[in-house]
């Protein structure tokens, strides 16, 4: 495996680390300042983008990247993009997110980055909400917002741009200080409409700063990124990657055979994504040797434990001063309101028990408190919402006081989900707190059922819960993914399965084939059109 010479030297990173002045605003001048070799390749595009020149490039040095960075920049300083403007930037998933991020933010402009599969209608509410000043986009893209009836500003199409060679006036650069905002995200939008999510310089690197010195800091470490590059945990790790010098290749395509050939032309040591690709990637008939991979990072939702302990089999790790077999599995729970980083985590190795949808322990910069209703805390053992608060926090959705205010509770951010606390003060997680099920039988958790399905009926790959009203009633449906014909019996022996583990039973299962689940842009299974399909399915047939 081919050495590097980007990293960054640990006395370096400390000192980036202990910088007051970092944040999200100016990490590319830092990672050049800090970097060992600044013209040696530290990007590789699976998506080529063209450079300042215009020729097509899959591979980046910080310095080509700069150029290029600031060639845009002067491209909106000359359309008359200033300091707090938003500009929307809704193309295809790739590296292009990035650079428009880098040069918006060098004027204090404020990019509000869209995941390329949100519809048309879906984007012009994002930018009225955001009162964006125009939309960067591409060909495809444009003529949908056209037919939409998108009035929102201007629209650029990112192949009629001609990048100006005029240098970028030195009053043009902004000096950001920690609360400046310098993203605009979104939430997913699996419980309805994304949400725009305020980042700003400080807060955004308050999740970076305490992992600089030890991120991936091994001379082979290679770094895969499988994360929507329009995500604004995918704009964390690349900020993370420029600072520790760490080579990174950032894919465009997310599914799992496409994944497993990445890994294994590039030698990647570590893989980043969310827990959909890491799933596709477990329930594989052949995933390959994968033999590089030491780390696998889930961020977003938390991942089955069935699909965690089929990926930490392959690759290895290192144990002392030599290797053993198997891989880690970092198992983070977050989300864009909460900040990069994740602010819980737990950590699967071969061979070692966790227990299902343990969720660890929270990171040292933040607090997580287990939530009642009326704000005080729960007891051991007791479900409740989780309330996360510190630094990494957003400080709200733009031009939303009232969703802002709604989503807290006695000082604490609440996430959506529903956790408890054992004696041990381990956290676990029960369920989305809109996915929660309610049957004739009493409560249940969606998310708990689903991991005792997985793990108990290996010829199913997939489970997803959920309960509707029909006639009044509770009524509980499990969908099961199986790329065969399920068994007959398969109700039958779910519901043993459940009631075992003291669950609510299924009143139904429906066999879907691999795909068939309806997702969001970001790949989360959408329940609530599950539920609103399952209704529409049972008045027809009525």
Same mark, same amino acid.
């Given at each position: 495996m081919t050495r590097n010479t980007t990293l960054v030297p640990m006395p370096e990173r400390r000192r980036l680390a202990a910088d007051p002045d970092l944040g999200a605003g100016n990490v590319l001048q830092a990672a050049i300042n800090a970097s060992p070799d600044p013209q040696a390749s530290l990007l590789?595009?699976?998506?080529?983008?063209?450079?300042?020149?215009?020729?097509?490039?899959?591979?980046?040095?910080?310095?080509?990247?700069?150029e290029?960075?600031?060639?845009?920049?002067? /491209?909106?300083?000359? !359309?008359?993009?200033?300091? *707090?403007?938003?500009?929307?930037?809704?193309?295809?998933?790739?590296?292009?997110?990035?650079?428009?991020?880098?040069?918006?933010?060098?004027? $204090?402009? &404020?990019?509000?980055?869209?995941?390329?599969?949100?519809? =048309?209608?879906?984007?012009?509410?994002?930018?009225?909400?955001?009162?964006? @000043?125009?939309? /960067?986009?591409?060909?495809l893209r444009a003529a949908a917002l056209a037919y939409s009836g998108f009035q929102e500003g201007w629209v650029q199409v990112s192949?009629?741009? %001609?990048?100006?060679?005029? %240098?970028?006036?030195?009053? =043009? !650069?902004?000096? /950001?200080?920690?609360?400046?905002?310098?993203?605009?995200?979104?939430?997913?939008?699996?419980? $309805?409409?994304?949400?725009?999510?305020?980042?700003?310089?400080?807060?955004?690197? =308050?999740?970076?700063?305490? /992992?600089l010195e030890n991120f991936l800091s091994c001379l082979d470490a290679r770094l895969l990124s499988v994360l929507p590059q329009s995500h604004?945990?995918?704009?964390?790790? #690349? #900020?993370?990657?420029l600072l520790t010098g760490t080579p990174t290749v950032l894919q465009s395509s997310r599914d799992a055979d496409t994944t497993r050939r990445a890994i294994d032309a590039h030698q990647a040591t570590a893989v980043v994504g969310f827990a959909d690709t890491f799933a596709g990637l477990a329930t594989t008939a052949e995933p390959g040797p994968l033999a590089t991979v030491e780390t696998w990072i889930s961020v977003g939702d938390a991942a089955h434990h069935a699909h965690i302990a089929e990926l930490v089999r392959h690759g290895r790790? *290192?144990? $002392? %001063?030599?290797?053993?077999?198997?891989? #880690?599995?970092?198992d983070g729970l977050g989300a864009s309101e909460l900040g990069w980083g994740g602010v819980l985590a737990r950590y699967v190795i071969p061979g070692i028990s966790v227990q299902n949808r343990c969720l660890g322990r929270p990171q040292p910069y933040v607090d997580i408190a287990v939530l009642r209703a009326d704000g005080t805390l729960a007891d051991p053992g007791e479900v409740g919402m989780l309330g996360v608060r510190g630094p990494t926090?957003?400080? $709200?959705?733009?031009g939303d006081h009232n969703t802002t205010y709604r989503s807290q509770l006695n000082g604490y951010w609440l996430s959506g989900d529903l956790a408890w606390r054992n004696e041990n003060g381990e956290l676990f997680h029960a369920d989305r707190l809109v996915d929660a099920i309610r049957s004739r039988t009493g409560e249940g958790y969606s998310l708990l059922m689903e991991e005792t399905l997985l793990t108990q009926i290996p010829e199913v790959s997939d489970w997803? @819960? &959920?309960? @509707?009203?029909?006639?009044?009633?509770?009524?509980?449906?499990?969908?099961?993914?199986?790329?065969?014909?399920?068994?007959?019996?398969?109700?039958?022996?779910?519901?043993?399965?459940?009631?075992?583990?003291?669950?609510?039973?299924?009143?139904? @299962?429906?066999?879907?084939?691999?795909?068939?689940?309806?997702?969001?842009?970001?790949?989360?299974?959408?329940k609530r059109e599950l539920r609103s399909q399952y209704v529409i399915t049972v008045l027809s047939e009525a």
């Open positions: 590789t595009l699976q998506q080529a983008v063209p450079d300042a020149h215009g020729q097509l490039c899959r591979d980046f040095n910080l310095i080509r990247l700069q290029l960075v600031t060639a845009w920049a002067r /491209h909106y300083w000359d !359309r008359g993009v200033r300091q *707090r403007d938003r500009v929307a930037v809704w193309i295809s998933d790739s590296f292009e997110n990035h650079v428009q991020y880098f040069a918006l933010t060098t004027l $204090g402009a &404020i990019p509000v980055l869209l995941n390329g599969e949100l519809s =048309a209608e879906t984007v012009g509410r994002l930018c009225e909400k955001t009162t964006v @000043v125009g939309v /960067h986009t591409d060909q192949d009629d741009v %001609k990048l100006p060679e005029a %240098k970028l006036p030195a009053r =043009a !650069r902004f000096q /950001h200080a920690a609360t400046d905002p310098v993203l605009i995200c979104h939430s997913s939008g699996t419980t $309805g409409d994304p949400k725009p999510v305020i980042w700003t310089h400080g807060q955004a690197m =308050a999740g970076i700063r305490p /992992h604004a945990s995918a704009v964390g790790y #690349l #900020l993370m990657a790790h *290192r144990r $002392g %001063k030599g290797w053993v077999a198997g891989s #880690l599995f970092v926090i957003t400080p $709200g959705y733009w997803s @819960v &959920i309960s @509707v009203e029909i006639a009044d009633e509770p009524w509980v449906v499990g969908y099961a993914v199986s790329a065969g014909a399920a068994p007959p019996e398969l109700l039958e022996q779910a519901n043993q399965a459940l009631t075992a583990q003291g669950h609510p039973p299924l009143d139904e @299962v429906r066999v879907m084939p691999q795909g068939a689940l309806p997702v969001g842009a970001t790949g989360k299974v959408l």
